[in-house]
């Protein structure tokens, strides 16, 4: 009885959470998008695949780019709570926005570990170094309970654990 009891402990605490990925709003204007994936190519994303011959160049719109980007900054901080709101303009989901030819990372071992390379995202745009948008970044709050998912995942592997021990006690 003990060892299933820590066999679900380790179950829950290793799988736990679900996959989420950052993708950026759709009723965000392109200039708000436009400040978010520079913020995001400047502070650590990997934008290398959203450059003209990158594999997720394409569609090339600004909305596209931006939640390739801001997925990656996400991702890159270790999912941390807050690292996927960029002023509003982003929101997680757990459906994976990937598309044919194009792979969103789910973690941040995916994410890749190449340094931040600026991309011209769309025409004539450069991204800026970090800092450029002060205040810009991710914040603490996640607009329209967007994170309910990370919530019940952790509510989920608490009820896990408290089982787990009380099952343990018992035996």
């Keep these: 009885m003990a060892a299933l009891a820590l066999l679900l402990l380790a179950l829950a ?3 736990g959470a679900d996959a989420a990925w950052c993708v950026c709003k759709a009723d965000v204007s392109d200039t708000a998008l436009q400040k978010t994936l520079d913020y995001a190519c400047g502070a650590g994303a990997d934008c290398s695949t959203i450059g003209q011959n990158g594999a997720c160049y394409n569609p090339n719109t600004v909305r596209s780019h931006c939640s390739y980007a801001a997925n990656s900054y996400y991702q890159r901080k270790g999912q941390a709570q807050g690292a996927c709101d960029f002023s509003g303009t982003a929101s997680l989901t757990t459906t994976d926005p990937s598309y044919s030819g194009c792979t969103y990372p ?4 995916s994410a890749g570990t190449n340094s931040t390379t ?6 004539g745009t450069l991204s800026p170094p970090n800092g450029v948008f002060g205040g810009l970044g991710p914040s603490s709050n996640f607009p329209d309970n967007s994170s309910g998912f990370l919530i019940s995942a952790a509510l989920t592997s608490l009820l896990s654990i408290g089982i787990c021990s009380w099952m343990a006690l018992l035996s």
Excluded: D, H, R
């Design 118 to 123: 600026p991309v011209i995202s769309t025409p």
């Design 106 to 109: 789910a973690t941040a071992s």
């Design 13 to 15: 605490v290793v799988g």
